[in-house]
T-cell receptor
Framework: DAGITQSPRHKVTETGTPVTLRCHQT?????MYWYRQDPGHGLRLIHY???????DKGEVSDGYSVSRSKTEDFLLTLESATSSQTSVYFC??????????FGQGTRLTVV | QQPVQSPQAVILREGEDAVINCSSS?????VHWYRQKHGEAPVFLMI?????EQKGHDKISASFNEKKQQSSLYLTASQLSYSGTYFC????????????FGKGTRLHILP
């Protein structure tokens, strides 16, 4: 299995609080992605990174920010969580032209 | 600019064949296919590159029509283990390195 770990795996938080999700890889892959998965929407790209400190927005980036200070870590931050951000979040890693490996997901509930 | 998958859902009996289609409105560099079981992370099946050949693995194969920006996934003599949701992911030719996924196709195999 590809070395990719997400933490936490489950989180319940209150509306308006900041939340940070962590994705850690041991594969030294250049590309890292954050997706959210909601029923009827499939996997939607939030942000992605193509190198240390190189990030870009995806389809649904509003309300989210990311940081990548090291190759192995890609952090997703919800500055002020809202109920619409309740979702399952997946991190993925890939090398160029290679398959993407997904983490096990983080189930986030905003109450 | 999510790729469009069809059908949305398929119910088959074990041993029957299925075809899942993926269509994009933009020129593509590659198409990825993944399968996700309920409660699990998506798992890579195969990737097709522009100018590449049709891929196959066991009884699952795929094609990529670059001119039409379309890909199809073929499942032959389906097995119970093929049940799940199938996602196609696309990368554009501008080499912006992001993978955009469709909404998925739910496949249910009956014994």
């Amino acid at each position: 299995d590809a070395g990719i770990t997400q933490s936490p795996r489950h989180k319940v938080t209150e509306t308006g609080t900041p939340v940070t999700l962590r994705c850690h890889q041991t594969e030294n892959h250049r590309y890292m992605y954050w997706y959210r998965q909601d029923p009827g929407h499939g996997l939607r790209l939030i942000h992605y990174s193509y190198g240390v400190k190189d990030t870009d927005k995806g389809e649904v980036s509003d309300g989210y920010s990311v940081s990548r200070s090291k190759t192995e870590d890609f952090l997703l931050t919800l500055e002020s969580a809202t109920s619409s951000q309740t979702s399952v979040y997946f991190c993925a890693i890939s090398g160029r032209q290679l398959e993407a490996f997904f983490g096990q997901g983080t189930r986030l509930t905003v109450v | 600019q999510q790729p469009v998958q069809s059908p949305q859902a398929v119910i088959l009996r074990e041993g029957e064949d299925a075809v899942i289609n993926c269509s994009s409105s933009k020129a593509l560099y590659s198409v990825h296919w993944y399968r996700q079981k309920h409660g699990e992370a998506p798992v890579f099946l195969m990737i097709l590159l522009k100018g590449g050949e049709q891929k196959g693995h066991d009884k699952i194969s795929a094609s990529f029509n670059e001119k039409k920006q379309q890909s199809s996934l073929y499942l032959t003599a389906s097995q119970l283990s093929y049940s799940g949701t199938y996602f196609c992911g696309t990368e554009g030719t501008n080499r912006d390195d992001k993978i955009i996924f469709g909404k998925g196709t739910r496949l249910h195999i009956l014994p």
